[in-house]
């Protein structure tokens, strides 16, 4: 019995020490709080949403995968920047990204592109007058992003932006969409490119002929066997996708099935829009081809080329088995 305590003693040391830590905070830029991340939780990051008249500084842990972003745009006659920096070893989010230099080079940058702006929050982004704006840096690109969802019972948190902005794997159109929810992305590299005015939720995109099976939830609320329906794929999304991960809220299993872009299949956007960690997806192509997740469960054998593998927790067991080992030798 000595020994099982001395193991589980070492199993619980080896797992808190793999843990990673993070400055964690709401509000303060000046961070000396910290927390101890949980399994699936492999990075940190540093949130950044400012304008002329305030500014908010967000750092925590968070989920695994999720890429350095930003974009900026006008919100009535504010400018508004946000950005998300992300990093892999202890207490590294401890600086802020200056966010003011970057608003104050606006316009100044000759090789820097000038791209129309809107937001969903002043409604600007449906009408005939999209405003103009100068981005900060050469790199940036002109960005669309679209997101909401429909179905009855989920929040009506539709939202569009448009603006100057840097986001990862958006070299083509980046789209998802079941029968809860539409993400679409779009970047490009000339100056007023991103002029699309389309009403995504009224005016849809056109079906490709192609069908998925849709879900979001666990396996016993929201992608229960009775619960997962079909969905007629729209426009980019021509590949089926399904993704488990744990949910960064409930901390639980979740279930993701949908229409999805084959540039989306290889991005972390479904970790990012679903807050999921340790995140294994999969995309294929064929009609109701996403059906190897069952009852929240992979099939044995489960690869895919989009699979953000958890190694966390097997380094942790193969470790603590180590230790283990040597205690027993010891004993």
């Keep these: 019995m000595e020994f099982f305590g001395i193991a ?91 966010v003011m230099e970057t608003l104050m080079a606006r316009g100044y940058q000759q090789n820097a592109l000038q791209c129309y702006s809107c937001s969903a929050t002043d409604k600007t982004c449906f009408n005939s007058t999209l405003v103009p704006m100068h981005c900060a840096r050469p790199e940036e690109t002109c960005v669309d992003i679209t997101s909401f969802t429909v179905p009855e019972g989920f929040p009506a948190d539709e939202a569009r932006i448009k603006g100057c902005g840097q986001l990862s794997h958006c070299q083509d159109r980046l789209g998802f969409h079941n029968q809860h929810s539409f993400y679409l992305l779009k970047c490009c590299n000339t100056s007023r490119c991103n002029n699309d005015m389309q009403d995504y939720k009224r005016s849809p995109l056109p079906l490709n002929g192609v069908k998925c099976y849709s879900c979001e939830g666990n396996a016993t609320h929201g992608c229960s066997p009775k619960e997962v329906a079909e969905v007629q794929c729209q426009g980019p999304m021509t590949e089926c996708l399904e993704a488990s991960g744990i949910h960064g809220v409930t901390e639980e299993i979740s279930v993701l099935k949908g229409c999805a872009s084959p540039s989306w299949c290889d991005s972390p956007y479904s970790s990012i829009y679903k807050n999921l960690g340790a995140l294994h997806s999969r995309c294929c192509t064929g009609d109701l081809c996403n059906n190897w997740i069952i009852n929240g469960t992979l099939r044995p054998f489960f690869r895919s080329r989009a699979s953000t593998k958890d190694t966390s927790t097997l380094t942790v067991l193969l470790s603590a088995g180590l230790l283990a080992s040597v205690a027993f030798l010891l004993s």
Excluded: W
């Design 8 to 98: 589980f003693f070492l199993f619980l040391l080896v797992a808190h020490a793999l843990s990673l830590e993070c400055y964690s905070c709401d509000g303060d830029s000046d961070c000396k709080t910290t927390e101890v991340c949980k399994q699936h939780q492999e990075s940190c990051h540093t949130t950044v949403l400012k304008s002329r008249m305030s500014e908010v500084v967000l750092k925590g842990c968070a989920m695994s995968g999720k890429p350095n972003n930003s974009i900026s745009h006008f919100s009535g006659n504010q400018l508004v920047f946000l950005a998300e920096e992300h990093c892999g070893t202890d207490l590294c989010n401890k600086g802020v990204p200056d």
